[in-house]
């Protein structure tokens, strides 16, 4: 069922004169909305809840491609509505959401609009004291996953963090979590704390990006969170337990909710020698590895492309599996990450190559060294997964009182 939404505006221009006088003085705002319960709407939809809170204010946006309200960026809606937006912050991927994974990112020009846009994945991963200047609120509203070493999160908790330092509110526009029915994995310990990995959360925390920014200001987690001004816009019919299906990938090369559902426990790879699809048009839904011949007949080269420019055995055949195929409700009524990948194909090619990289990019993945030294040892899935019931059910009890939905 196709759904209309409607935002009806009316500005009345008070003032103006050719000597350029302030414009937009009153903004009045009317919503129409034909909601259906059976449609998810993000918290970007609900207009009428945060325009009016800056009218006459000097605005900075934390966005990318995911900010939209239906197919218009939040950023052109704003502008419609005579919101005056004087900064774009761009997390990593870019404002466009087009740049390779790790791929740093200079300052740049909106060329639409001609809005300065201040990368957060470059010279800097928080706001400058100085990049504040003259602003009035921060707009937050990007797309998550629901899992820790999404850098998302991160550049969310560092956003918050200078915003409390310069007594700028934060309002940010929430969003389903397309995984938000699981919560697993090791709990983040200090000692591997990094920008895949900030807060002391699981793997996968089962909270709205909106939760989670109640949780880090409530668990005081960023430095002056008491002096924080949030704000939280609410989604529109969600609960945890509903499919949301992304209109639009969340980074290169998370393309679709197949690729979503498995990143949690295909990521992993990522701090192996086996390849998780990038540079291919099956990222995070294949994996495979040049050694593997023999044990597997699929196979799949990884090639140069926008989502990587230099992937992991660029130009071999890599043999393993193919997930692709994957019924994303049946895998979601699993209801845990799934090991079973990574311990596999650790047993076929421990003796045939070094299967954990040597920079220790695993165990910040995981949070914590426990995963790989147990893999190594030779513990199953079910003894690795006990490893973690204990944190898992204290943050479990924690995350209770930050939840927005149930």
């Known amino acids: 069922m196709k759904i209309f939404y409607f935002i009806i505006v009316s500005v009345i221009f008070l003032g103006i004169s050719c000597s350029g ?22 918290g970007a939809y609900s207009t009428s809840t945060y325009i009016p809170k800056l009218i006459g204010k000097n605005v900075a946006l934390v966005v990318n491609q995911s900010s939209l309200i239906n197919k218009e960026h939040l950023l052109d809606t704003m502008l419609a509505l005579g919101i005056s937006v004087k900064k774009i912050f761009a997390p990593e991927h870019g404002f466009r959401g087009d740049e390779p994974p790790g791929e740093v990112i200079d300052d740049s020009i909106d060329k639409k609009t001609g809005i300065p846009v201040i990368s957060l994945y470059g010279n800097k991963r928080k706001p400058a004291n100085e990049d504040l200047n003259g602003i009035d609120a921060i707009v937050f509203d990007i797309q998550d996953v629901g899992v820790r070493f999404y850098t998302y999160i991160s550049t969310l908790g560092l956003v918050m963090e200078a915003a409390a330092q310069n007594n700028i509110p934060v309002i940010l526009l929430d969003r389903p979590n397309p995984v938000g029915y699981l919560t697993d994995g090791p709990i983040l310990e200090d000692e591997f704390k990094s920008f895949v990995g900030m807060y002391p959360v699981p793997i996968v925390y089962g909270m709205t990006i909106g939760e989670l920014a109640e949780m880090i200001q409530g668990e005081k987690w960023i430095t002056d969170a008491d002096k924080l001004d949030l704000t939280v816009v609410l989604c529109t019919n969600y609960r945890h337990d509903r499919i ?70 660029n130009g071999e055949k890599c043999y393993g599996i193919d997930l692709s195929g994957l019924k994303v409700k049946d895998f979601r009524y699993k209801n845990k990450l799934d090991l079973s990948y ?59 009182k930050y939840l927005l939905y149930k």
Do not use: M
């Open 21 to 42: 006088s302030k414009k937009n003085d009153s903004i009045e705002i009317k919503e129409t909305t034909n909601l259906d319960s059976t449609v998810i709407y993000p």
């Open 244 to 313: 949301y299906d992304l209109p639009v990938k969340p980074s290169p090369n998370l393309p679709d909710l197949v690729a979503v559902t498995l990143y949690p426990s295909l990521c992993l790879f990522e701090g192996t020698t086996v390849s998780v699809g990038r540079g291919t048009d099956k990222p995070f839904k294949q994996i495979g590895h040049p050694l593997l011949k023999g044990y597997y007949d699929y196979f799949f080269i990884p090639k140069p492309n926008d989502g990587s420019k230099n992937p992991k055995h």
């Open 342 to 400: 990574l311990i596999d194909f650790y047993h076929k090619l421990k003796d045939k190559d070094k299967y954990f990289k040597d920079n220790g990019w695993i165990d910040k993945l995981a949070g914590t060294d426990k995963l790989r030294k147990k893999i190594i040892a030779g513990k199953n899935e079910e003894e690795i997964r006990e490893s973690w019931q204990e944190d898992l059910e204290k943050f479990k009890q924690k995350r209770e």
